[in-house]
């Protein structure tokens, strides 16, 4: 079974709008990592952000939020006021303790923002 | 500099070749990993070495074959390879693989055509 889930393949957005990245995942660890990453074209996985399973709190960082909700295993990522760079394949992954110390990669959401 | 280099960029190779991929990173980091990236596929955790020793190799084949001769380096050996391994090959180092909180970074991949 999937451990991390993206449902959304590809998502296509008009410059401007806000859109919302979907990452569900599975563990049943109690302590757990969760984790977003940005591909551009050029190939390289960039981090943006790491939550612990202990820490609810959702998070801002410029036009970027992340909205962790434990019970229903969600990650979930908006962008607001979006823009061509934003163009990209973004993947959620999940980082458990116990099993052989892995991240868990959902198979990414790509995103096109039109100008 | 980049924080996780690879080379090269592209390769194209022939079934009974024999070529390397090469992977370099200036974090200071002690654990790198080999991870393919498939079409469609959530990324494909390869081999592991933390501190210079090999922690975990996922059932992947014996025409890839990894080395690490230092922290800071790390190849993959490849030989009579098959078309369906074809795919982008991601490096990526962390602080320490015991560290789940650690994120990973990534450089911006060897992209293999086998023919």
């Known amino acids: 079974a999937q451990k991390v889930t993206q449902a959304q393949t590809e998502i296509s957005v008009v410059e401007k709008e806000d859109v919302t990245l979907d990452c569900v995942y599975e563990t049943r660890d109690t302590t757990y990592y969760l984790f977003w990453y940005k591909q551009p074209p050029s190939g390289e996985l960039v981090f943006l952000i790491r939550r612990n399973s202990f820490d609810e709190q959702n998070e801002i960082s410029g036009r970027y939020s992340w909205n962790f909700q434990k019970s229903t295993s969600s990650f979930n990522f908006t962008i607001t006021a979006s823009q061509v760079v934003d163009s990209a394949v973004y993947f959620c992954?999940?980082?458990?303790?116990?099993?052989?110390?892995?991240?868990?990669f959902g198979t990414g959401t790509s995103l096109t923002v039109i100008p | 500099e980049t924080g996780v280099t690879q080379t090269p960029r592209h390769l194209v190779m022939g079934m009974t070749n024999k070529k390397s991929l090469k992977c370099e990173q200036h974090l200071g980091h002690n654990a790198m990993y080999w991870y393919k990236q498939s079409a469609k596929k959530p990324l494909e955790l390869m081999f592991v070495y933390n501190f210079k020793e090999q922690t975990e190799n996922n059932s992947v084949p014996s025409r890839f074959s990894p080395e690490c001769p230092n922290s800071s380096h790390l190849f993959l050996h490849l030989h009579t390879l098959q078309p369906e391994d074809s795919a982008l090959y991601l490096c990526?180092?962390?602080?320490?693989?015991?560290?789940?909180?650690?994120?990973?970074?990534f450089g911006n991949g060897t992209r293999l055509t086998v023919t």
């Open positions: 990526a180092s962390s602080q320490d693989h015991g560290n789940r909180d650690s994120p990973l970074h």
């Open positions: 992954a999940l980082s458990e303790i116990r099993h052989g110390n892995q991240f868990y």
